[in-house]
């Protein structure tokens, strides 16, 4: 089955310090990967999304997310956290042999401490 | 529009009444995808339209729900005789240039 897998369902980290948040694949075919990030009582904007090009991607506000396929893994990182951070992240898909629709993780909420 | 519009923002309702709530997509974008949002859960796939093709209906829960949209223009998801378990956020995305962009959601409340 195609799925992604958040393995965090919250992370809380201090401010200033490095963030990590993790998201695995499985996918028979080259997924398309994305985290989007959602605010309270806001839709989702995208972070930034991997496309088969370059495996490190650089997203907006700081972060970026490495592709590994060795690791089926695309996990977001922040090297220095910031209170207006604190929110809930979704990693997501799109596999290449599937059907149209974009499959998310079940989010990870994060907390940022002052 | 600049963004994906939806209505209502909120709407609260009594188990076993009809609602219907509206997403307008941005313009020009074909695909069209509502997502359901229950409290403390991720997003779960409805349905998907793409132009003129028939719709992916794979992710309607029931046959309570159903999804209309006239060509690219707005779509309307209908929930008949809601039960307390339909309380959720619902998104609506379009698809312009591999991105969605998500609306705020409508997000319902059945009592």
């Known amino acids: 089955a195609q799925s992604v897998t958040q393995l965090d369902s919250h992370v809380s980290v201090s401010e200033g310090t490095p963030v990590l948040l993790r998201c695995n694949y499985s996918?028979?075919?080259?997924?398309?990967l994305f985290w989007y990030v959602q605010h309270p009582n806001k839709g989702l904007q995208l972070l930034l999304k991997?496309?088969?090009?370059?495996?490190l991607v650089k997203g907006i506000n700081g972060f970026e997310a490495e592709f590994k396929k060795s690791e089926t893994s695309f996990h977001l990182t922040k090297p220095s956290a910031h209170m207006s951070d604190a929110a809930e992240y979704f990693c997501?898909?799109?596999?290449?042999?599937?059907?149209?629709?974009?499959?998310f993780g079940s989010g990870t909420q994060l907390t940022v401490l002052p | 529009g600049a963004g994906v519009s939806q209505s209502p923002s909120n709407k609260v309702t009594e188990k076993g009444k009809d609602v219907e709530l509206r997403c307008d997509p941005i313009s020009g974008h074909t695909a069209l995808y509502w997502y359901r949002q229950r409290l403390g859960q991720g997003l779960e796939f409805l349905i998907y339209f793409q132009g003129n093709s028939a719709p992916d209906k794979s992710g309607l829960p029931s046959d309570r729900f159903s999804a209309e949209r006239t060509g690219e223009s707005v779509s309307t998801l209908t929930i008949q005789r809601t039960q307390q378990e339909d309380s959720a956020v619902y998104l609506c995305a379009s698809r312009g240039g591999g991105e969605l962009f998500f609306g705020e959601g409508s997000r319902l409340t059945v009592l």
């Open positions: 991997y496309t088969s090009a370059a495996t």
């Open positions: 996918s028979s075919y080259s997924p398309s």
């Open positions: 997501a898909f799109i596999s290449s042999g599937s059907a149209r629709q974009l499959t």
